[in-house]
Protein backbone atom coordinates (compact mmCIF):
# COMPACT_ATOMS: atom_id res chain seq x y z
CA UNK A 1 0.00 0.00 0.00
CA UNK A 2 2.95 2.51 1.36
CA UNK A 3 4.55 2.04 -2.31
CA UNK A 4 2.22 1.51 -4.71
CA UNK A 5 -1.07 3.20 -3.50
CA UNK A 6 -0.03 5.74 -0.95
CA UNK A 7 -3.32 4.38 1.11
CA UNK A 8 -2.67 5.08 4.50
CA UNK A 9 -6.10 3.62 6.29
CA UNK A 10 -5.12 3.88 9.85
CA UNK A 11 -5.83 7.27 11.35
CA UNK A 12 -5.07 8.76 14.64
CA UNK A 13 -7.98 10.16 16.23
CA UNK A 14 -6.41 12.99 17.58
CA UNK A 15 -4.78 14.10 15.07
CA UNK A 16 -3.97 14.18 11.28
CA UNK A 17 -1.49 11.62 11.25
CA UNK A 18 -2.10 8.38 8.93
CA UNK A 19 -0.42 5.04 8.53
CA UNK A 20 -0.62 1.96 6.61
CA UNK A 21 -0.03 -0.47 9.69
CA UNK A 22 -1.27 -0.33 12.29
CA UNK A 23 1.97 -0.86 14.65
CA UNK A 24 3.11 2.31 13.31
CA UNK A 25 -0.06 4.23 14.17
CA UNK A 26 0.25 2.30 17.62
CA UNK A 27 3.99 3.93 17.97
CA UNK A 28 2.59 7.62 16.91
CA UNK A 29 0.06 7.50 19.51
CA UNK A 30 2.58 6.60 22.09
CA UNK A 31 5.19 8.77 21.28
CA UNK A 32 2.74 11.92 20.13
CA UNK A 33 -0.17 11.62 22.25
CA UNK A 34 0.30 9.32 25.51
CA UNK A 35 3.98 9.41 26.21
CA UNK A 36 3.67 5.73 27.12
CA UNK A 37 6.91 4.07 26.63
CA UNK A 38 6.49 0.30 27.66
CA UNK A 39 10.10 -0.54 26.79
CA UNK A 40 12.49 -0.33 29.49
CA UNK A 41 16.47 -0.22 29.92
CA UNK A 42 17.16 -3.40 32.00
CA UNK A 43 20.31 -1.09 32.87
CA UNK A 44 19.03 2.25 33.43
CA UNK A 45 15.90 4.52 33.88
CA UNK A 46 15.86 5.29 29.95
CA UNK A 47 12.48 4.66 28.35
CA UNK A 48 11.31 3.91 25.09
CA UNK A 49 8.34 3.00 22.62
CA UNK A 50 10.60 1.83 19.95
CA UNK A 51 12.89 -1.54 20.30
CA UNK A 52 15.78 0.17 17.48
CA UNK A 53 15.92 3.50 19.99
CA UNK A 54 16.65 0.99 23.53
CA UNK A 55 19.34 -1.04 21.69
CA UNK A 56 20.80 2.11 20.31
CA UNK A 57 20.79 3.47 24.07
CA UNK A 58 22.38 0.58 25.51
CA UNK A 59 25.19 0.20 22.73
CA UNK A 60 26.24 4.18 23.22
CA UNK A 61 25.50 4.50 27.40
CA UNK A 62 26.24 1.05 28.60
CA UNK A 63 28.48 -1.81 26.17
CA UNK A 64 30.26 1.24 24.53
CA UNK A 65 29.64 -0.76 20.97
CA UNK A 66 30.02 1.22 17.80
CA UNK A 67 29.76 -1.22 15.10
CA UNK A 68 29.83 1.77 12.87
CA UNK A 69 33.43 2.41 11.19
CA UNK A 70 34.67 5.38 9.24
CA UNK A 71 36.86 4.03 6.59
CA UNK A 72 39.00 7.23 6.58
CA UNK A 73 39.46 7.60 10.30
CA UNK A 74 39.38 5.97 13.52
CA UNK A 75 36.13 7.65 14.38
CA UNK A 76 33.06 5.08 15.40
CA UNK A 77 29.63 5.43 15.63
CA UNK A 78 26.35 3.90 17.10
CA UNK A 79 24.03 5.29 14.93
CA UNK A 80 25.56 4.98 10.92
CA UNK A 81 23.61 8.48 10.13
CA UNK A 82 26.17 9.79 12.55
CA UNK A 83 28.52 8.20 10.95
CA UNK A 84 27.48 9.91 7.41
CA UNK A 85 27.55 13.23 9.50
CA UNK A 86 30.92 12.18 10.35
CA UNK A 87 32.23 11.53 6.97
CA UNK A 88 30.80 14.61 5.00
CA UNK A 89 32.06 17.13 7.91
CA UNK A 90 35.71 16.08 8.42
CA UNK A 91 36.17 13.99 4.52
CA UNK A 92 34.41 15.03 1.81
CA UNK A 93 33.24 18.72 2.98
CA UNK A 94 29.61 17.52 1.61
CA UNK A 95 26.84 20.16 2.96
CA UNK A 96 23.52 19.33 1.83
CA UNK A 97 21.78 21.46 4.41
CA UNK A 98 21.81 24.81 2.88
CA UNK A 99 20.15 28.13 4.66
CA UNK A 100 17.26 29.70 3.04
CA UNK A 101 18.26 33.13 4.11
CA UNK A 102 21.99 33.20 3.25
CA UNK A 103 24.79 31.35 1.64
CA UNK A 104 25.36 29.21 4.96
CA UNK A 105 25.66 25.14 3.98
CA UNK A 106 26.16 22.17 6.91
CA UNK A 107 27.18 18.77 7.21
CA UNK A 108 24.25 18.71 9.97
CA UNK A 109 20.74 19.66 10.27
CA UNK A 110 21.49 20.66 13.95
CA UNK A 111 24.37 22.84 13.20
CA UNK A 112 21.94 24.77 10.48
CA UNK A 113 19.68 24.98 12.84
CA UNK A 114 21.17 26.46 15.30
CA UNK A 115 22.82 28.86 12.55
CA UNK A 116 19.29 29.92 11.96
CA UNK A 117 18.15 31.04 15.52
CA UNK A 118 22.04 32.47 15.65
CA UNK A 119 21.84 34.53 12.87
CA UNK A 120 18.12 34.75 11.28
CA UNK A 121 15.46 34.39 13.95
CA UNK A 122 17.23 35.61 17.53
CA UNK A 123 15.40 32.33 19.29
CA UNK A 124 17.24 31.43 22.00
CA UNK A 125 15.85 28.06 23.49
CA UNK A 126 18.23 27.98 26.34
CA UNK A 127 17.05 30.11 29.53
CA UNK A 128 19.50 30.89 32.73
CA UNK A 129 17.25 29.69 35.91
CA UNK A 130 18.97 32.44 37.49
CA UNK A 131 18.73 35.57 35.36
CA UNK A 132 17.91 36.54 31.75
CA UNK A 133 20.63 34.79 30.15
CA UNK A 134 19.46 32.50 27.08
CA UNK A 135 21.61 30.78 25.02
CA UNK A 136 21.15 28.99 21.41
CA UNK A 137 23.36 26.24 22.63
CA UNK A 138 22.97 24.13 25.65
CA UNK A 139 26.34 23.85 25.90
CA UNK A 140 26.78 28.09 26.13
CA UNK A 141 24.46 28.15 28.71
CA UNK A 142 26.21 25.46 30.73
CA UNK A 143 29.03 27.79 30.47
CA UNK A 144 27.25 30.44 31.43
CA UNK A 145 26.45 29.14 34.89
CA UNK A 146 29.92 27.37 35.26
CA UNK A 147 30.87 31.08 35.30
CA UNK A 148 28.36 33.19 36.59
CA UNK A 149 25.98 30.76 38.94
CA UNK A 150 28.40 28.24 40.31
CA UNK A 151 27.63 28.49 44.25
CA UNK A 152 23.84 28.30 43.18
CA UNK A 153 21.46 25.33 42.44
CA UNK A 154 22.12 24.38 38.80
CA UNK A 155 18.32 24.33 36.95
CA UNK A 156 18.37 23.99 33.29
CA UNK A 157 15.03 24.22 31.36
CA UNK A 158 14.80 24.87 27.69
Given at each position: ?18 S??K ?41 N ?23 M ?25 Q ?34 H ?9
Amino acid sequence: MARHTGDKPNQCPKCEYKSVSKGHLNRHIMTRHTNEKPLQCPLCEYKSVNLSHLKQHIMARHTNEKPHQCPHCEYKSVQVSNLKEHIMARHTDEKPHQCPHCEYKSAQISNLKQHIMARHTDEKPHQCSHCGYKAVRLSHLKRHIMARHTNEKVILTR
